[in-house]
Structures are given as structure tokens and as C-alpha cells.
């Protein structure tokens, strides 16, 4: 199972960002599986964001719920996350990552398949 970050990697603040996980050699739909984004600023540790199920359902960190929008597209196999308002602070690497059952663990070895993650600067 491979999962892959794509979308901008500079974005101003204010904006919204918006990144799409691709995943290939499993489906998102596969039971009992959640698609996860997870972030980790520069030198601070892992966060984790929000995870979609492979029911659809979504859940997100309290922190971050009000900002955070996690989506799906089944035809094309790929998640999405938009994080709106953002700041400087927001700047970090952003990963998405799977596990089976839920868990909002923001540990790495916590989940079995990772993407390689993107870089997102927010800035002017």
C-alpha cells in the first residue's frame, strides 16, 4: 500500500490549504480501515489531525475541528484535507497515514502505511 501527498506547498495566510492523499494497492472504502492526516511543524513532534473511516465518517481534533475538513473521493481513491484561516503557525510537514481501527495517536508507529509528506509554508 503506497499513499502519496500532493498540492501546494506555499500558501498565504488567510487562505485555505488543501492537500490530497493518493492511495494505491487498497482501497479507502476497505472495512475497518481509517485514512488519517497527521502534521508536524518544524521542530515539534507529530499531530495528529483528523481521520476519515472507511464508512465515510469523519473525526477531527478538537484544536483543529473548527478549521479542518477531511473528504473523500472513491472513484479516484484519494482523501483530502482543507485546513481554512491558516497562519504561519500551520506551517509544517503534513502526512497522511492509514491504520485499521480507529485511533487519533499522533505516535508513528502507531499506523502501518505512511505517505513520504509534503511540505506547506504558510507565508506572505
Known amino acids: 500500500v503506497q499513499l502519496r501527498e500532493s498540492g501546494p506547498g506555499l500558501v498565504k495566510p488567510s487562505q485555505t490549504l488543501s492537500l490530497t492523499c493518493t492511495v494505491s494497492?487498497?482501497?479507502?472504502?476497505?472495512?475497518?480501515?481509517?485514512w488519517t492526516w497527521i502534521r508536524q511543524p518544524p521542530g515539534k513532534g507529530l499531530e495528529w489531525m483528523g481521520a476519515i473511516a472507511a464508512s465515510g465518517s469523519t473525526y477531527y481534533s478538537p484544536s483543529l475541528k473548527s478549521r479542518t475538513s477531511i473528504s473523500r473521493d472513491t472513484s479516484k481513491n484519494q482523501f483530502t484535507l482543507q485546513l481554512s484561516s491558516v497562519t504561519p503557525e500551520d506551517t509544517a510537514v503534513y502526512y497522511c497515514?492509514?491504520?485499521?481501527?480507529?485511533?487519533?495517536?499522533?505516535?508513528?508507529?502507531?499506523?502501518?502505511?505512511w505517505g513520504q509528506g509534503t511540505q506547506v509554508t504558510v507565508s506572505s
Open positions: 494497492g487498497a482501497s479507502i472504502t476497505t472495512t475497518a480501515y481509517y
Open positions: 497515514a492509514s491504520r485499521k481501527y480507529y485511533s487519533n495517536s499522533s505516535n508513528r508507529d502507531d499506523y502501518r502505511y
